[in-house]
């Protein structure tokens, strides 16, 4: 009797503890397989190693540098005092050359690169002419700098080819009322030239994400052409125009090289008042202005990229 109540009891123990014994292997191979889909994804994360170094090493370190050098004076001590140089005249008209040059540089590019895109519809995806297309846009929307400024001088700069040809053959002076090639103005059409290439590059791929069967769609319902472009196509690039439209204005904003080149020791942007700002050893009184210029600068850009992170979700939705 005494050995029967043992071995009933043995068995009541291994039915109670065998739910537990099979949850713990449970959870032990899901710890298991969880340690190896981290195993391998590590390879793929071990790739972006390099990109993330580039990013943290070039632009991420060098921005908080830049921008941390605004909040103290010479001495390394805190201060507002470089905050409220912005405040100065000069700095202001800075400001608004770098917003005027770029929001008329974004908004031509945006539109004449538009209506170049919508000339390239009839075009095969794969043909000779969107591939040329393509291929003199990427060149042409990293062409800038010493380059770009070096190939206006020459060309319609104040002793340039196209300059003293007007000149000697037509008696056409084009630096009758100043040097205009130098100044804003004159800035927009070297800014120009990589602009509306970008928004080539920018734009035709929400051109080409136009299903047919939304063309069809509306013409089936008696819809014309305008109709299609005013209340189908329209509003659905909509989005992605004046995401390319921010994307050129920040473009713009942040080119250096360029107006630098061109320009020389005038500061009309702000891009070359902080140049001045760090080769000089004091601007207005205030040794790191060019730190608070700096910050402008990023608040500026993190409005326009915020803006245009917005509308490129939304296009997103109509590309899917």
């Known amino acids: 009797m005494g050995k029967r109540s043992r071995i009933v009891?043995?068995?009541?123990?291994?039915?109670?503890?065998?739910?537990?014994?099979?949850?713990?292997?449970?959870?032990?191979?899901?710890?298991?397989?969880?340690?190896?889909?981290?195993?391998?994804?590590?390879?793929?994360?071990?790739?972006?190693?390099?990109?993330?170094?580039?990013?943290?090493?070039?632009?991420?370190?060098?921005?908080?540098?830049?921008?941390?050098?605004?909040?103290?004076?010479?001495?390394?001590?805190?201060?507002?005092?470089?905050?409220?140089?912005?405040?100065?005249?000069?700095?202001?008209?800075?400001?608004?050359?770098?917003?005027?040059?770029?929001g008329v540089t974004a908004l031509v590019g945006a539109v004449s690169g538009a209506i170049l895109?919508?000339?390239?519809?009839?075009?095969?995806?794969?043909?000779?002419?969107?591939?040329?297309?393509?291929?003199?846009?990427?060149?042409?929307?990293?062409?800038?700098?010493?380059?770009?400024?070096?190939?206006?001088?020459?060309?319609?700069?104040?002793?340039?080819?196209?300059?003293?040809?007007?000149?000697?053959?037509?008696?056409?002076?084009?630096?009758?009322?100043?040097?205009?090639?130098?100044?804003?103005?004159?800035?927009?059409?070297?800014?120009?030239?990589?602009?509306?290439?970008?928004?080539?590059?920018?734009?035709?791929?929400?051109?080409?994400?136009?299903?047919p069967q939304w063309f069809e769609a509306n013409a089936t319902l008696g819809g014309g052409r305008w109709t299609y472009w005013l209340r189908l196509g329209g509003p659905i690039l909509m989005p992605s125009f004046l995401g390319g439209l921010l994307l050129l204005f920040a473009n713009a904003f942040s080119s250096f090289a360029t107006a630098a080149a061109l320009v020389g020791q005038a500061n009309p942007i702000v891009a070359l008042q902080i140049r001045q700002a760090m080769v000089s050893e004091t601007v207005l009184g205030r040794a790191n202005l060019a730190g608070a210029m700096a910050l402008g600068m990023l608040v500026v850009m993190i409005i326009v990229m915020l803006g245009y992170s917005v509308l490129t979700s939304r296009t997103a939705r109509w590309q899917r």
């Open 9 to 102: 009891t043995n068995i009541s123990a291994t039915t109670e503890f065998a739910p537990t014994v099979t949850a713990q292997r449970a959870e032990g191979d899901g710890h298991r397989r969880l340690l190896r889909e981290r195993w391998a994804k590590l390879p793929y994360a071990l790739g972006l190693t390099p990109f993330a170094a580039y990013v943290l090493l070039f632009l991420a370190i060098p921005t908080v540098v830049a921008v941390g050098t605004g909040f103290f004076d010479d001495s390394g001590e805190f201060t507002w005092n470089n905050l409220t140089g912005l405040a100065e005249p000069t700095i202001l008209r800075a400001f608004g050359g770098s917003l005027v040059l770029s």
């Open 117 to 211: 895109c919508f000339a390239l519809i009839g075009s095969r995806p794969g043909g000779v002419i969107r591939s040329l297309v393509n291929s003199a846009c990427s060149v042409l929307a990293q062409f800038g700098g010493v380059m770009l400024a070096f190939a206006f001088i020459a060309t319609v700069g104040a002793q340039g080819l196209i300059t003293v040809t007007l000149r000697q053959n037509f008696s056409i002076n084009l630096y009758e009322h100043g040097a205009w090639l130098y100044t804003i103005t004159g800035l927009m059409l070297p800014y120009l030239y990589f602009q509306i290439p970008l928004m080539v590059i920018t734009f035709l791929p929400a051109l080409d994400g136009l299903k």
